[in-house]
């Protein structure tokens, strides 16, 4: 017997052919004699209505009222899925977040969980109930309905696998697993047996979007085997213990030549971003403390800089020295840090702001690389034989990236793909 | 100052549009200076969408998991309509009903209340907030969501002012207000300035579809004076308190001279009711104990007999005398009537069973008929002088019905509407 977390996007649970289908699979493990716990997403396009309807109502909505809105998206989709289980047989029960309950802080609208009461979800798994739980969603100290932000059900999944010492967090999604890159870029690309928490993160954040980051990074805050699997497979595929998803676990069991991976390569994957954007300062005066004065605005107003190139000074003046700054933010903060430079241009002294949003970012990922360092140099290489201009560069203990110019994304990843021996012998 | 609830059915929350029209009317009622409790129900066609999901999930759903699913209907409205009064600066949060909490029995999907607690509630009210409340729904001693029915948002709105002592529960529908009969029958139809609990039940259970009739048994119990008025006037239309909808009050408040009334009517309405069906056993026993036995079974299946006639024994044979009984029930119940009856054919003993859906009950209702016994004559000449036959009659304290052939109940109506001298001197 083991304890089990399935957990279904909006997608799977898309109409009740679709949750009916969600109930034969989750009847399945629980016939083998596993102890079960179902998260569940809303249905497919049903949030972004709720998100409407509250937009349409006040753009500037009280949080705490948009998430008794939209919370009730889930509500719905976990009573009719705890219906569809028992039309089959499966005892099971909906247990809201305010029952269990789910507790989280009162950050309402992006709020983060805390603990998870199991007392009562343990008796109920222990008298063979599965217990369906709705995504995305807890209860304030105060006992009001909270959510945990867009995305937030996988993060409701693994939370609830590590409240109830779950002995694996499997999540359907509409891909059958992680990639060594993007499929429809690289047809050759392959599916990873495992990758570490890591090595998820990274892939995750720079564009793999399987699953949501924070949920990776509670995972392996608190050590949860996370499998990532296809929804979509029929009624007659192999249990999940022995599907071939992607597991994303700790360094030493993504090590281990057991269960699948024959030769764990130096680089995992390629991913790529095109949700940056990159601003240029000109004519920075080369003072101390100048260029920290750029950032201090970007900071204050939350705006994640990533990639930051300083060119040389160069003299503007026969007194003075001044140099070009460059560095990326995400598109979507692109309009929000214009203006708070704009508003900083005299305290920072800058000539000009040159923006664009025609680039991509280039991560190359592995846990491996942290004793290579001819990664990097193999990327520039490769990169620069097909005549792929490099604009900045980041790196850290387990990723290289580079930002190009957009048109140039897919040409980069496949060249890519192929430098560090990841193709696989026929296409996915 | 007054304490006010304010109840506002599907159409009126139908639409982010309607929900601001509501956020203004309620507005008007909290800058009056009033503590205002404002009951929702789901978005029209929102509850008839969930009940369908359930149903097409397993036709013998669990009630549990049917409340969690139809429940999120007026989450989502009373979350809307507190963002859409906070948009127009108007203090406001909703209240679920596990947060109240309004307790209710664990009869899922057709709860009773019990008691609510106010001491959350009046702070709120106290710290001027509108508190907004789900209709429709309480939540069960071991803390799973219940709803009260369909129709069950009135129940919570008379259930919430008597918690919370309000001088008056204001349900706006799409009528104006109870008419002494069905406008649409009769255009001289007049808006009642006042009826009494007693008339209201008669006349809601009747046909007259303005509230629902457990609210108004509700409202009679706690005392609360209901006032039925249109959710369709404009923002300029006067408030509330001097609105021309019609109030529901006790008997002494009705027969008062103040507010309205000119002159008390000796008959309040007229109204006929199409939903009940006519079953005749030919040829039953005519000894004792042979009747009760025709209504133990139907009883037994809770099916409610209305009208009875015992047509005068005639002698069947040599030795035995028979009879043939006459009573209705309601039409939906018809097929389950039937079935039961037949089961106890051999007990009853019974010739034929015949049956006829095309009836109708037209019912007089009026406090003042109980020292009137003329108005049961007025009622039979009228009819008879318009050659109308009268298949079943039955008494109530304030009420004569009688049971006709359903084409003839417009004419009925009519007839009667101008005999007891209820129409008005224009058309409405």
Redesign the interface.
Known sequence: MARIVMKFGGTSMAG?ER??SVAARVKREAAAGNQVAVVVSAMAGETDR?VG??R???P???P??????V???E??T???L???L??IGVPA??W?G??LPINTDDAFAKARIGTIDTQALDASLSAGEVAVIPGFQGVSAE???TTLGRGGSDTSAVAVAAAMKADRCDIYTDVDGVYTTDPRIVPRARKLAKVTYEEMLELASVGAKVLQTRSVGLAMKEKVRVQVLSSFTGEDAPMADTLPGTMIVGEEEAASQENGDVERQLITGIAHDKNEAKITLTSVPDTPGSVASIFEPLAAANINVDMIIQNIAHRSSASSSATDVTFTVPAADLPRSIEALNQAREAIGFGELIHDMRVAKISVVGVGMRSHAGVASTMFTTLGARGINIQAISTSEIKVSVLIHEDETELAVRVLHTAYGLDAEEAA
Chains 1, 2 share one sequence.
């Open positions: 009740i949750i009916r709720l309807f509250c349409e109502a006040s500037l909505y009280d705490r009222e948009y998430d008794v809105v919370a009730a998206g509500q719905i976990s009573g009719l705890a219906i569809a028992q039309a029960r909906s809201l305010w029952q006992g009001r309905i």
